[in-house]
């Protein structure tokens, strides 16, 4: 969820595999929120993301995980805010504050609010997921 728009992909069959799980999931949010900020064009700035997983928010803060598929993730993150001069401040909120929890639970919101341009999801990630 970008400000009060949103956007959804689902998980195609198969994504559960080489090392991916659920934490997984929760990186490649946060990897399609930083492409989402990145193609509306904001560069040079600091921008601070709420997220209710304290895993991802502690490994992006260490610059690691201890699972390979999300060092992938991670990688794939520093690649696109380090050229684009964007720091990311991830702020921890409870899952009854994220606004995005709706949304990760298939409770899309009003589709006047849909952010109608499909974003081009990166080579490694269009076999796994597919927008809604």
């Not at 959804?8 to 595999?17: E, F, I, T, V, Y």
């Not at 805010?81 to 909120?93: A, M, T």
């Not at 009854?96 to 080579?123: F, H, R, W, Y």
Request: glycine letters at 8%; charged letters at 15%.
């Amino acid at each position: 969820m970008l400000s009060s728009q949103w956007a959804a992909w689902k998980l195609r069959p198969g994504w559960k595999s080489d090392g991916r799980d659920i934490g997984w999931v929760e990186y490649i949010a946060l990897e399609l929120t930083i492409l989402w900020l990145l193609h509306d064009g904001h560069t040079d700035c600091n921008i601070t993301i709420h997220g209710d997983n304290t895993g991802v928010i502690g490994a992006f803060a260490k610059g690691h995980s201890h699972n390979i598929s999300c060092n992938e993730s991670l990688c794939h993150i520093a690649s696109y805010i380090i050229p684009n001069n964007v720091h990311i401040s991830p702020v921890y909120v409870t899952s009854t504050s994220n606004k995005a929890d709706p949304n990760s639970q298939g409770i899309l919101g009003p589709p006047s609010l849909q952010i109608s341009e499909s974003l081009q999801l990166p080579v490694e990630l269009e076999p796994l997921l597919s927008y809604v």
